[in-house]
Nanobody, 123 residues
Framework: QVQLVESGGGLVQAGGSLRLSCIAS????????VGWFRQAPGKEREIVAA????????YYADSVKGRFTVSRDNAKNTVYLQMNSLKPEDTAVYYC????????????????WGQGTQVTVSS
């Protein structure tokens, strides 16, 4: 069992930065790959970034490449999403999710999900 809690969302002006945190319970968390997803009003959930359990592989959606960075600190059971140069189109609820499988962009592969944190970017 893995429990995930996101934090760090908020309101920021375009061009600003936020850092989201995904804090997990369980000593086996370091064996899980973690993905970040987001869902805007009226839109389908989409992959933002993902990171493998051993930090060897990362993935970024084309829309966030060069602006977002995913990282993890397994000693703290925490995965981060650093978001720079934020745009109004980044506004969404952001979720972290965990899977024991290899890092993937397929949402159905993720078994554990956090409750989400709201990110709002004003123009």
């Amino acid at each position: 069992q893995v429990q995930l809690v996101e934090s760090g969302g908020g309101l920021v002006q375009a061009g600003g930065s936020l850092r989201l945190s995904c804090i997990a319970s369980g000593r086996a968390f370091s064996t899980y790959a973690v993905g970040w997803f987001r869902q805007a009003p009226g839109k389908e959930r989409e992959i933002v970034a993902a990171i493998s359990w051993n930090n060897r592989s990362t993935y970024y959606a084309d829309s966030v490449k060069g602006r977002f960075t995913v990282s993890r600190d397994n000693a703290k059971n925490t995965v981060y999403l650093q978001m720079n140069s934020l745009k109004p189109e980044d506004t969404a609820v952001y979720y972290c999710a965990a899977t024991m499988r290899a890092v993937t962009i397929i949402s159905d592969a993720y078994d554990y999900w956090g409750q989400g944190t709201q990110v709002t970017v004003s123009s």
